[in-house]
Nanobody, 126 residues
Framework: QVQLVESGGGLVQAGGSLRLSCAAS????????VAWFRQAPGKEREFVAA????????VYTDSVKGRFTISRDNAKNTVYLQMNSLVPEDTAVYYC???????????????????WGQGTQVTVSS
């Protein structure tokens, strides 16, 4: 099991930036894909981005491409989500998640992730 703790959320004006961090401990975090998901009020949780254990495979949902960047530092057991050009539609609770299986595959579906953090709130004002 991996324990995950998100940080870095907050209130920002539209056009601003935030960097989220996901700090991990537990099973071999550096060997699994990690993803960010988000859930806005009254909406289902949605996939945002994922990065394979070695950083070679990265995917984004279309709405954040060109604005968000996912990265990881395995030496620090941390995954980051740099969010630029934020818009009000980005307002949500952001969760990081560690994949259920070892390997280099990146997954967009939440059922492929076994361990989840508690979430961090991101609010973008217009």
């Amino acid at each position: 099991q991996v324990q995950l703790v998100e940080s870095g959320g907050g209130l920002v004006q539209a056009g601003g930036s935030l960097r989220l961090s996901c700090a991990a401990s537990g099973r071999t975090f550096s060997s699994v894909t990690v993803a960010w998901f988000r859930q806005a009020p009254g909406k289902e949780r949605e996939f945002v981005a994922a990065i394979s254990w070695n950083g070679y495979n990265i995917v984004y949902t279309d709405s954040v491409k060109g604005r968000f960047t996912i990265s990881r530092d395995n030496a620090k057991n941390t995954v980051y989500l740099q969010m630029n050009s934020l818009v009000p539609e980005d307002t949500a609770v952001y969760y990081c998640a560690a994949a259920r299986y070892y390997g280099n595959t990146v997954y967009r579906t939440d059922r492929m992730y076994a361990d989840w953090g508690q979430g961090t709130q991101v609010t973008v004002s217009s």
